[in-house]
């Protein structure tokens, strides 16, 4: 594409020089050959930049010949003012040509960071089919307070959900640790309360490593809900430690599922004081679950109105899973005017109808 655009700078001298040898020798348009080197400096590289811009002192020679100024000292002025702006325009693109690598470099490995903690959720796994989207409150960013992952174990599917409270390194930390505990327990002959009780340990601990060293660590804690859906009863168990109840779409009716005991935010060292109990709710084929953090339920308009996920999920209408969470994504995007605040996740669960034996 910048090699098209060339043809615009290379134009401009061209004319700049022809009507300026048209025209009589009290009007002197060579000062415009300027324009050149710096509108090449917004598309193209320092290289091709000063190409234009010693093209450009070229046609300068070629206009001073022209105009019989070429030995003179205002044409000696032009010349240096020239040289100068285009050595300029060469010199800042070059500076943001290695701005451009530095942030290329960092955003690869921002990504490659994302796909080691967030790894995607499979499309379907057992009887169930997922659908999920993730989104950063930063347009341009690839990691963000919230996390989640899906483990599969003795013929159930466990899935995380939760959100990062707090910042910088710690919080990274927080969410890496969650889920390593969450990916390390679930695959062994663990009961979701132990479960918990682990991850809080986990959290607890690396917290405590870092707070000796930042100040943010005491800051942070992790709001998370873990639910087990086994491949043969139709239920699912429910765990909430401080975050947003799953809800359920059954036809038309959105139900929520507030577990009876609702456990603290792992990584407040609260957990030994109540072992955490998983709630056991109906979960037949045809069902949907979704699973979502905070960034959606308090999104706001600009009337100060929160995002009602409720209402918008009971519109479905025969629409699979996956076209169901872009119409949410849409319809926050909508919401809020643009892109959210907060970091974003919603995962939906479909239970597929059990094949006859």
Not at 275 to 284: D, G, H, I, K, L
Request: charged share 20%; with cysteine.
């Amino acid at each position: 594409m910048s090699h098209v655009l060339l043809v615009i700078p290379l134009g401009l001298i061209v004319i700049i020089t022809a009507v300026d040898l048209a025209l009589p020798k009290s009007v002197h348009l060579g000062p415009l050959l300027v324009v050149a080197p710096a509108l090449t400096a917004s598309f193209a590289g320092p290289w091709c930049t000063a190409a234009i811009g010693a093209l450009a002192l070229v046609a300068e020679v070629v206009d001073g010949l022209g105009q019989g100024i070429l030995g003179s000292s205002e044409h000696h002025v032009e010349m240096i003012a020239l040289f100068a702006v285009s050595a300029v325009v060469v010199v800042f693109r070059a500076i943001h040509e290695r701005h451009q690598a530095v942030l290329h470099q960092v955003r690869a490995v921002s990504e490659i960071t994302q796909r080691v903690l967030l790894r995607p959720l499979p499309r379907q796994v057992g009887p169930l089919r997922i659908a999920s989207i993730y989104l950063a409150a930063a347009a341009e960013a690839r990691i963000g307070g919230d996390l989640y992952a899906a483990t599969r174990a003795d013929g159930a599917t466990r899935l995380l959900i939760g959100d990062v409270r707090g910042k910088g390194l710690a919080a990274i930390n927080d969410a890496a640790a969650s889920l390593c505990a969450f990916r390390e327990a679930s695959h062994g002959r663990t009961t979701l309360s132990d479960l918990m009780t682990r991850m809080d340990s986990s959290i607890c601990q690396n917290l405590a490593e870092y707070s000796e060293t930042d100040t943010d660590a005491q800051e942070c804690f992790v709001t998370a809900a873990v639910v087990e859906i086994s491949d043969t009863e139709p239920t699912v168990n429910v765990i909430a430690c401080g975050h947003p109840p799953p809800l359920l779409l059954r036809g038309n009716r959105v139900l929520t599922l507030q577990p009876d005991q609702v456990a603290p935010p792992l990584g407040l060292e609260l957990m030994t004081a109540s072992e955490p109990r998983p709630a056991t709710f109906p979960f037949e084929p045809g069902d949907i679950l979704l699973l979502y953090t905070d960034g959606v339920i308090e999104a706001r308009d600009r009337a100060g109105m929160f995002f009602d996920l409720p209402a918008h999920l009971g519109e479905r209408a025969g629409e699979d899973i996956g076209t169901l969470v872009e119409r949410l994504r849409e319809r926050l995007f909508d919401h809020v005017a643009g892109r959210p605040e907060d970091d974003t996740v919603m995962i939906a669960i479909e239970r597929l109808p059990t094949p006859d034996p």
